[in-house]
């Protein structure tokens, strides 16, 4: 069974900057894909970032580019997301996400089988 933590979160002012990590265990993770998604107070999950982790191609969701950065480092099994330029729309509990198969560009947290318990991400104006 696979297992992710994520870790990274707090509190931000506004134009800064948080990095998040996703540290996994339990099974080889070659040939995965794996996602951030963010879900705010009142409002649907929704996709933030993914990545496989065998070749590295990414997606990003369109409010994001330019600003969020996702990565893995395979000593540690951990996906990391760099975010810059933070905004106070962007406060949400953000979850780490793991599949076997698929695309980067499968957008919807229903193809995604492994979860992490998600880390708060709050920013003030």
């Known amino acids: 069974q696979v297992q992710l933590v994520e870790s990274g979160g707090g509190l931000v002012q506004a134009g800064g900057s948080l990095r998040l990590s996703c540290a996994a265990s339990g099974r080889a993770f070659s040939g995965y894909l794996m996602a951030w998604f963010r879900q705010a107070p009142g409002k649907e999950r929704e996709f933030v970032a993914s990545?496989?982790?065998?070749?590295?191609?990414?997606n990003y969701a369109d409010s994001i580019k330019g600003r969020f950065t996702i990565s893995r480092e395979y000593a540690k099994n951990t996906v990391y997301l760099q975010m810059d330029s933070l905004k106070p729309e962007d406060t949400a509990i953000y979850y780490c996400?793991?599949?076997?198969?698929?695309?980067?560009?499968?957008?919807?947290?229903?193809?995604?089988?492994?979860w992490g318990q998600g880390t708060q991400v709050t920013v003030s104006s």
């Open positions: 990545i496989r982790w065998s070749g590295g191609l990414t």
């Open positions: 996400a793991a599949n076997p198969t698929g695309s980067v560009y499968y957008s919807s947290s229903y193809v995604y089988t492994y």
